[in-house]
């Protein structure tokens, strides 16, 4: 009998020396929602399209059950732990983003969250919500773009710096959305390396600072990770051999050789909606890491329908064409599980 007694302390005690030293998650995501638009008229921005009595005849009930989609996939990926920063675009406004803290099915997780209103023609922007209990923001702007052959406007980019709570570290997140290939990819890409050259230009004047921070590049990009934009001009890296803290690595290169991708256009798979870290946080003797394993693309079969154009799956979209079918988004979210 003392024995089993005996075995059962020593079992105990192993167990909570195990769960002490066990690392504990830091999940970040990034969602593209597509068209996520309230139900105001906002009289500078080209919103009719989604107006009470416009023409996609957008009213509450569809408002709300966007809402509800949109907290479903945050919960969804989440799991037990609900993801700490969640980077979101094709967002319309402060009053969409307080509806969705607050009045939809994530009201009760205690999300907080940080969204400038930017020029974008349209109305859409990025915005970041973040949990409270897991990272403290002491900083926030919208950067903005201008373009170098063009007085046309877009979307800013949104930088916020913080503290990861459980370890003090301090993080920079940028969540962006670049332009759109409309008119071709080729005679786009101007427009996009335009914002990766600014992107670029921000991320130095951090490592100019600081050679070891701790930086995360969020968003849908519009470009694969081996277009120039990406590649040569932000000089976001696939992670192949070793790593440099003052360095950015793609951690989407790996997806994309998998085949994976976000976001489906003509049949074919696109790592559109990437995430990328400096290398730092690559360092498993940081406080705070990840590996390029801990990427994923998050393709649950709810968020997916059959392709019946191109075969396979497709992302199950809240419009398709001019038709409402009541989905998420034309994009898959993506997220990184950093430990500590």
């Known amino acids: 009998m003392n024995k089993i007694f005996l075995i059962a302390i020593i079992f105990l005690i192993s167990n909570s020396v195990f769960s002490q ?9 990034f969602y593209n929602v597509e068209n996520y638009f309230d139900l105001e008229d906002d009289p500078e921005k080209a919103d009719e399209e989604y107006l009470p009595g416009g023409i996609r005849a957008w009213n509450a009930s569809r408002y709300y059950t966007k809402q509800a989609n949109i907290s479903k996939v945050i919960s969804a990926v989440g799991g037990w732990q609900p993801p700490a920063i969640i980077g979101l675009c094709e967002v319309e406004s402060d009053r969409a983003m307080s509806d969705l803290t607050t ?5 009760n997780l205690g999300y907080k969250y940080i969204h ?8 859409i922007d990025v915005a970041m ?3 409270r209990d897991q990272f403290h923001p002491n900083y926030s702007e919208p950067v903005h773009v201008r373009f170098s052959s063009s007085a046309s406007t877009t979307r800013d980019i949104l930088y916020v710096r913080g503290t990861v709570t459980a370890t003090d570290d301090t993080l ?3 969540v962006t959305h670049w332009p759109s290939r409309l008119g071709g990819e080729l005679e786009s890409e101007e ?4 914002v990766a050259k600014i992107l670029r230009g921000k991320v130095d004047s951090i490592f100019n600072v600081q050679p070891s921070a701790n930086i995360v590049i969020m968003g849908d990009f519009n470009d694969h990770p081996s277009n120039t934009s990406i590649l040569n001009v932000l000089d976001a890296n696939p992670l192949n051999e070793g790593f440099e803290p003052e360095k950015l690595y793609n951690l989407s290169f790996r997806l994309e050789e998998q085949g ?3 976001h489906k256009f003509q049949g074919e798979w696109g790592m559109l909606d990437q995430i990328i870290v400096s290398g730092n946080l690559l360092d498993p003797s940081n406080s705070i890491s990840a590996t390029v394993q801990d990427m994923h693309v998050f393709d649950a079969d709810f968020l997916l329908e ?4 191109f075969l396979g799956k497709m992302p199950r979209r809240t419009y398709l064409g001019m038709s409402y079918k009541g989905g998420f988004s034309d994009h898959l979210p993506v997220y990184v599980d950093l430990w500590y």
Do not use: C, W
């Open 129 to 131: 919500m973040y949990q």
């Open 116 to 123: 400038y209103e930017s020029p974008d023609f349209r109305g």
């Open 260 to 262: 994976k991708g976000s």
């Open 191 to 194: 427009r996009r390396v335009d």
């Open 306 to 309: 059959d392709d019946k154009a």
């Open 103 to 107: 009045k939809s099915p994530l009201k």
């Open 172 to 174: 920079h997140v940028f």
């Open 21 to 29: 030293t066990e690392r504990q998650n830091f999940k970040i995501m």
